[in-house]
């Protein structure tokens, strides 16, 4: 019978090597860090679990007396992923550090595979997961290798561990004998006691064993670009161009009339639609959005089919997408414009503020689409790769949850209209915000949030700037009116 061929075995490079001593201290501090660190919540412990992790890839990238420096590329996704992390140490909000921590574990998986096609920046990720049983094992080797020694790194690994674990072990006891010695060590350290040992334990074995996979695809990265997508059959320049003249004449048509009507003034929509301000920003953004992405992905099919044959036909795809690009980016300022003026009177949520996020996102991409046409498209997918991570960190910098407070208590202050249902949902970042209200809105809104965050603060390295902002003001001023005073100042505000 033929033999099976591996799967991903065209994509390999050659075996890694033997695992240099500086990996497996990095990985073993990655592993002593994430076990300390990462049982109280995440914050800067992400960070600093993440640096040593990176620095056993950076070591295992490079083989023994090599003085190699990594791709510019490279350099740039890792310094991109860590940047990342600095999300969740700033903001209290999950969501937006949920987005900056996916975002930061798919461009390290980029920094790793070095990948520069489109396939290759979205099957990236998948080599993190084929290198965990790949990379125990070689760990494993390359510490059994060092274990038996009597010089080299063998005695001084061996003794990290003995001074680590004696540390944890006598520490716990310590720190239960005296209750002032304990206080000393928790405003340093985390909690070593022993009641907490087995999942401590979980957390250095998965804090090694990611670090481990990292060290390894760092060693023999998954080459991605292989992987190569035939174009589509060139179609005859009447077939190609037909369709998407027309509809470029229909989005002229449209952008036409959103000048004319969007952009005139609140008389202008009600002369000319009969619906109120609101009613019709909230009417079309919805299918503004839809309409960007399907032109996008015309767009993809478009390039795919295009005609190839010589500079005519080039002249011709850059003239009917390139207009095509420039007409779907007053699609996008009418959609953008809309959901300001829906916020206007209604307010800020999430939901809003995130998808006028995405549609501006795809505005740039856009526009790169349009530089791509004319300064070619090699560097496009990593263009677009790091605007999306560019755009999740400026995103997560900017505290979406304070930026929603600060809308919405700006509007109260103008109109006197708040929801306090949903003001209680905003996380510690909307705290200082909402601090502005008067009484008895202001202990409304942020008891929900004080009663959250408990009277307990968390260790330094768990706890957000955003929490501990939140947390002064609230100590500072309590919330002192009653619950029943809330029920009475309650603004109805219908979110549609």
């Not at 350290?189 to 760092?218: F, K, M, N, Y």
């Not at 800020?348 to 503020?353: A, F, G, K, N």
Request: proline fraction near 6%; include cysteine; charged fraction near 15%.
């Amino acid at each position: 019978m033929p033999a099976t061929t591996p799967i991903f075995a065209d994509l390999r490079t050659d075996p890694p090597g033997p695992v240099r001593t500086a990996t497996l201290f990095s990985v073993l501090a990655a592993a002593v860090l994430s076990m300390l660190l990462f049982g109280d919540g995440l914050a800067i412990n992400l960070l600093i679990v993440a640096v040593p992790a990176a620095l056993a890839a950076y070591f295992a990238s490079r083989p023994a007396g090599s003085r190699s420096r990594p791709g510019a590329w490279s350099l740039t996704w890792g310094v991109g992923g860590l940047a990342l992390l600095i999300v969740p140490a700033l903001r209290d909000a999950g969501w937006p550090s949920f987005l900056a921590i996916v975002s930061s574990a798919a461009l390290g998986s980029l920094a790793l595979h070095g990948c520069r096609t489109w396939l290759g920046i979205v099957l990236s990720p998948i080599g993190l997961f084929d290198a965990v049983w790949k990379g125990i094992v070689w760990g494993w080797r390359g510490l059994r290798e060092r274990g038996g020694s009597a010089r080299g790194a063998g005695p001084a690994m061996r003794a990290v561990a003995m001074a680590a674990a004696l540390l944890l072990v006598f520490g716990a006891l310590f720190a239960g004998a005296d209750a002032a010695f304990a206080d000393l060590l928790g405003d340093l350290i985390p909690d070593t006691s022993l009641a907490g040992a087995p999942v401590r334990l979980l957390l250095l074995v998965v804090g090694a064993v990611g670090a481990l996979a990292a060290a390894h695809v760092a060693a023999s990265p998954l080459r991605w670009d292989r992987l190569v997508v035939e174009p589509g059959r060139a179609r005859g320049r009447m077939e190609w161009a037909l369709p998407l003249i027309v509809l470029n004449v229909l989005f002229a048509a449209f952008n036409a009339v959103q000048l004319a009507v969007l952009f005139g003034g609140y008389d202008t929509v009600l002369d000319r639609t009969g619906l109120s301000y609101s009613a019709y920003a909230r009417q079309g953004f919805w299918q503004l959005l839809l309409a960007t992405l399907l032109t996008l992905l015309v767009i993809v099919f478009a390039l795919r089919w295009a005609p190839r044959d010589g500079a005519k036909d080039r002249s011709l795809v850059r003239a009917v997408l390139g207009t095509l690009c420039a007409l779907t980016l007053v699609v996008v300022a009418s959609a953008v414009r809309r959901m300001d003026m829906y916020v206007e009177a209604y307010g800020l949520t999430r939901l809003r503020i995130s998808v006028v996020a995405v549609e501006l996102w795809l505005g740039v991409i856009i526009l790169l689409i349009m530089a791509a046409g004319i300064w070619g498209a090699r560097w496009l997918p990593r263009a677009v790769a790091a605007s999306a991570a560019a755009g999740v960190l400026a995103f997560g910098l900017m505290s979406p949850d304070a930026v929603i407070a600060e809308r919405n208590v700006h509007r109260y202050e103008n109109t006197g209209k708040l929801d306090l249902d949903y003001a209680r949902q905003l996380s510690a970042d909307a705290v200082p915000a909402l601090d502005r209200l008067p009484e008895p809105q202001r202990s409304c809104a942020i008891r929900p949030i004080a009663d959250d965050l408990g009277w307990q603060r968390g260790p330094w390295y768990a706890m957000s700037l955003g929490e501990s902002r939140a947390r002064r003001i609230i100590e500072e001023r309590p919330p002192s009116a009653p619950w029943g005073a809330c029920g009475e100042e309650r603004a109805a505000v219908s979110y549609r």
